[in-house]
């Protein structure tokens, strides 16, 4: 049976009806130029936003994943998540997610300022002391397929078999965390992380076989790559397009969207919700690309 709860410092908070992930970022060079939040002010006026038009969650990253972006060292990230961190403490009732492939940083996070969920753009890949620390704290894991760092990722986009290669190298690590004693996993197949625009749409095609591990599944393409490029936008005209696929998402059973538009996301999920309270029973259909 799919997992229904995260434990988040030992309260279950559950994920059905799917939850929202507010993004908070305050990188300078975060592809979408609206989202970057310098100042405190900035900061607190993206805080109230999320809280006020319904996330649950803030995932606030200090280290930009876009493709080719340049990995800032760890004092680096570790300066510019402090002050927001430290805004963050005056919103108790916000669920804080860092977003971080550094151990260092989620320790940081969590034990100065009660970060509650661990968001990995690596998989734990980028450092080792990752899955350990996690297990350590218990804290909710956010397992990203990806391949590589951000340098490299998108020249790494030949796979034998889409699905079938993401969902092993994720079994292998799901496995991995829960022999270590961490059993809050959430999924998430890491839309444009190693994965072309084509490959992108072919997995959200595909993104209800992930129901196989059991567990929370989290979408993240708000504003991304596989809708601009397509459409030929940019990322501040991409709003309609991310409704759109977020919609997909919730059809094919994403338990949390990771969003830079919590109102928009929000809805979508009261429409989804409401919508399969009728939807009928389909036949089994089988995954992947049809035939020309």
Known sequence: MKKKHINIKGELLPVAPPLVMGILNVTPDSFHAASRKQTEAEIHLRVEEILSHGARIIDIGGCS?????????????????????????????????????RADIVRFAAEEYGAAIVNDISGGDLDPNMFQTVATLQLPYILMHNRG?????????????????????????????????LNDIIIDPGFGFGKTLEQNYELMACLSEFQIFDLPVLVGISRKSMIYNLLSLTPAESLNGTTALNVLALLNGASILRVHDVREAVEAIHIVSEYQKYEPIKPTITCGRKSE
């Open 149 to 181: 760092t951000p340098q490299q990722m998108q020249h790494q986009t030949a796979y034998a078999n889409l699905l079938i290669d993401i969902r092993q190298v994720l079994s292998a690590k799901v496995r991995e965390l829960q022999l270590l004693g």
């Open 65 to 101: 994943s876009r493709p080719g972006a340049e990995l800032p060292p760890a004092d680096i990230e570790r300066q510019r998540l402090r002050p927001a961190l430290e805004i963050l403490k005056e919103y108790p009732e916000s669920i804080i997610s860092v977003d971080t492939f």
